[in-house]
């Protein structure tokens, strides 16, 4: 069976700091690979998706880039952390697009 | 611009009611609509719905899509506490990889 892996679970850094969240899928070979924000009482934001290593697609203009270094590993990225990218941030795997999303446990990132 | 709006935004019952929660959706091109279920981390995948009328069913939940009138339910029987969540719907339109949610219902089942 398919497992998805996100770490670390909890995060604070201080504004200005880099960021490196990981996410690893086991069982499946060749996944999209998404990754979301969720802020507070709100839906989910899509940042970034791939369709393969090397492969990457942003949603959305900001100070965060995606990696994706191997087949089954997503990295989401910062250089310097601004209050606003507070969040809880979700990696996601599909077999192939339009089909459904199976979601990792999160990272909830706290930027003081 | 793309969107799905869920309704009511929050809904508190007790246990033994059914509820119905509602997903609106204007996309261009509708391809699926999926209904997820959050606890208290990351979102699990309940249903998805590619064909008008059709009822998705799994125990006590079901789900049916009106693609002429752009909306889908989620309807839950004889609540339990550990029904209370955020129920997340989202749609993909065609030709996208984006997957646009909803905002969520936030359920609260009272014993």
Redesign the interface.
């Known amino acids: 069976s398919q497992t998805i892996h996100q770490w670390p679970a909890t995060l604070v850094q201080p504004v200005g700091s880099p960021l490196s969240l990981e996410c690893t899928v086991e069982g499946t070979s060749n996944p ?1 690979l ?1 990754w979301y924000r969720q802020a507070a ?6 940042l970034f ?1 791939s ?1 393969g290593i090397g492969q990457i ?1 942003s ?1 959305v203009p900001q100070n965060l880039s995606a990696s994706r270094p191997q087949d089954r590993q997503f990295i989401l990225s910062s250089k310097k952390l601004l209050l606003s990218d507070s969040g809880f941030y ?1 990696c996601a795997w599909g077999r192939i ?10 990272t909830r990132l706290t930027v003081l | 611009e793309d969107k799905v709006v869920q309704s009511p935004l929050s809904l508190v019952v007790h246990e033994g009611d059914t509820v119905t929660l509602n997903c609106s959706y204007e996309v261009t091109n509708f391809r699926s609509l999926l209904w997820y279920k959050q606890e208290k981390k990351a979102p699990t995948f309940l249903f998805m719905l590619t064909s008008s009328g059709i009822e998705k069913k799994s125990g006590r939940l079901s789900s049916i899509l009106d693609k002429k009138e752009l909306f889908s339910i989620l309807n839950i029987t004889a609540t339990q506490t550990g029904d209370s969540a955020v129920y997340l719907c989202a749609v993909y339109p065609e030709s996208s990889y984006k997957l646009i949610f909803g905002s969520g219902t936030r359920l609260l089942v009272r014993p």
């Open positions: 999209n998404y009482g709100r839906g989910l934001q899509l998706y369709v697609s949603e979700l697009t339009y089909n459904e999303q199976f979601f990792g446990p999160g």
